[in-house]
């Protein structure tokens, strides 16, 4: 793997593409700056080389051009804090401003450039709005992990004006290390969990993983798709009716590949979509008319602990239940803690998808698990098995 290991940027200035793309609260302050955090080793390496760094990274999916609300300059405080230095900005990604002061940048010193979706080019990966962006730097490095499913400009079209200069950041490296762990040689029991609201989203992944786990978990508000292919009664429960059959094909194969496939056998269930609501809890397929499921049961959760807790690999993607409130976080939070005790019996454990890192984060455990990845699109895409643009541009 092509790393910045393998350069001394003295004197050299990297163009680094990082994925800023963070919460922010409306009053611009970063709800969860890991992504940013993870991006530090590489911008630390290449200015104790004696190099300078610039960065580029896209915020949201601005559609109209420059908008305030999308404006990197937000995250200028918090990332100057974080390296302990002044970080200097530039209000336009190309053009004078961008030009000059990257030339003008010394060694040492970090500038950020504004929005990269500020422009339409950069989502088209037009090669003119590329060439302009490559040349503010001499070296490439891609540590964006999280966008490298996009063969956007910034992302992989670039990559062909560096043809001998042209890096996987440390960040970008230890993901796809850490998805290689979990992808060949994974150590037995290997035990998928799968949650969060659709199948639909994870389909190809889950039949991805039918060829390499012994046990597949479904969860969250999925598994109701599964319990209505089964026959059960599932209230107002989320569901994707167009995706019955498909569960049903799902579980056929389980069987065919001898996976033993575990879908809850209660559930917490509520009469509204509200923290407020009134709760009960009821068995699979016996939900209540005019009620619904937000979280697994206290049944399902000893029984979905228990296999965790016996595995050797653990991949998880997507919380149990509905974990952004508290009454219904419980099911997350044993899933959660079923994976810190394997990991503490020497597990390696691997947490993709924004919802499972934000509930990872609030449940203060991201030290307990052996790697929570930046990445949600991007690890769910490169875990299917395709060839992501930003690992591509930099590797061909
Ligand atoms: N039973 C449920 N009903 C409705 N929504 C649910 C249920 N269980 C989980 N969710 C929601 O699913 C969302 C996460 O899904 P998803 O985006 O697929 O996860 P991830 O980002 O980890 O891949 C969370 O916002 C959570 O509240
Ligand atoms: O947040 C991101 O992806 P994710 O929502 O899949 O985690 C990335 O920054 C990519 O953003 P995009 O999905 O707007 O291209």
Request: hydrophobic share 45%; aromatic share 8%; with cysteine.
């Amino acid at each position: 793997m092509k790393t910045i290991d393998q350069i001394s940027f003295n004197g050299k200035r990297a163009l680094i593409r990082v994925d800023f793309n963070v919460p922010l609260d409306e009053n611009y302050n970063i709800t969860d700056d890991n992504r940013m955090t993870a991006a530090l080793p590489t911008i630390k390496k290449i200015l104790k080389d004696g190099g300078a760094v610039i960065l580029m990274s896209h915020l949201g999916r601005p559609k109209d051009g420059p908008t305030e609300k999308y404006s990197l300059k937000h995250v200028v405080p918090h990332l100057s804090d974080l390296l302990g230095q002044q970080v200097e900005f530039a209000n336009d990604c190309i053009g004078e401003e961008a030009v000059t002061k990257a030339k003008e940048l010394e060694k040492g010193e970090v500038l950020l450039l504004e929005n990269l979706r500020f422009y339409k080019e950069e989502e088209k990966g037009d090669v003119g709005f590329a060439e302009k962006l490559s040349k503010l730097g001499d070296i490439y490095v891609n540590d964006a992990f999280g966008t490298a499913h996009r063969a956007h400009a910034s992302t992989a079209i670039i990559a062909q004006f560096f043809p001998e200069a042209k890096f996987f950041g440390y960040l970008m490296a230890a993901e796809l290390n850490n998805a290689e762990k979990i992808l060949n040689g994974a150590a037995k029991p290997f035990t998928a969990i799968m949650g969060g609201s659709k199948v639909s989203d994870k389909i190809l992944l889950i039949e991805k993983l039918l060829e390499k786990v012994d046990n597949l978990i479904i969860g969250g508000g999925m598994a109701y798709t599964f319990a209505k292919a089964n026959g059960g009664n599932i209230g107002t429960s989320l569901v994707e009716l167009d995706k019955i059959d498909l569960a049903l094909s799902l579980v056929q194969k389980a069987k065919d590949k001898g996976v033993n496939l575990l879908l809850p056998l209660d559930n917490v269930i509520a009469d509204a979509f509200s923290n407020d609501a009134n709760t009960d809890v009821a068995k699979t397929g016996e939900i209540k008319d005019d009620w619904m499921g937000l979280d697994i049961g206290p049944e399902t959760a000893a029984l979905f602990s228990k296999v965790v807790e016996e595995s050797k690999t653990i991949l998880w993607n997507g919380p149990m239940g509905v974990f952004e409130m508290e009454k219904f976080l419980v099911g997350t939070k044993a899933i959660a803690e079923a994976v810190a005790k394997a990991t503490d019996n020497g597990a390696f454990s691997l947490i993709g998808g924004g919802d499972s890192a934000a509930a990872v984060a609030k449940f203060d455990m991201v030290d307990d698990v052996s790697y929570v990845s930046t990445g949600g699109g991007a690890l769910l895409e490169y875990m299917e098995g395709k060839e992501l643009p930003g690992v591509k541009a930099i590797n061909e």
